[in-house]
Nanobody, 121 residues
Framework: QVQLVESGGGLVQAGGSLRLSCAAS????????MGWFRQVPGKEREFVAA????????NYADSVKGRFTISRDNAKNTVYLQMNSLKPEDTSVYCC????WGMGTMRPDYWGQGTQVTVSS
């Protein structure tokens, strides 16, 4: 069992930056692919980024590529999402996930409750 708690969301102006953190419980954190997803009310959950167990491999949605960076610190059981050059369309609830990689996408087994990111124009 893995429990995930996100932090770092908030209100920021367009062009600004935020850094999200996701703290995980459990001794098997380093064995999971970790990722971030986002969702706005009335829309489907959208994949944002994922990182493999060692941190050597990452994957991003086209909409955030070049602006967002995912990283992890296995010693701290924490995964991060550095978000730069934020746009109003990045406004969403961002959720951390732990899972596997399969068939070209991340397949979450565990979810955090999410943190709100609001980007004003």
């Amino acid at each position: 069992q893995v429990q995930l708690v996100e932090s770092g969301g908030g209100l920021v102006q367009a062009g600004g930056s935020l850094r999200l953190s996701c703290a995980a419980s459990g001794r098997t954190f380093s064995s999971y692919v970790m990722g971030w997803f986002r969702q706005v009310p009335g829309k489907e959950r959208e994949f944002v980024a994922a990182i493999n167990w060692s941190g050597s491999g990452t994957n991003y949605a086209d909409s955030v590529k070049g602006r967002f960076t995912i990283s992890r610190d296995n010693a701290k059981n924490t995964v991060y999402l550095q978000m730069n050059s934020l746009k109003p369309e990045d406004t969403s609830v961002y959720c951390c996930a732990a899972g596997r990689w399969g068939m070209g996408t991340m397949r979450p087994d565990y979810w955090g409750q999410g943190t709100q990111v609001t980007v004003s124009s």
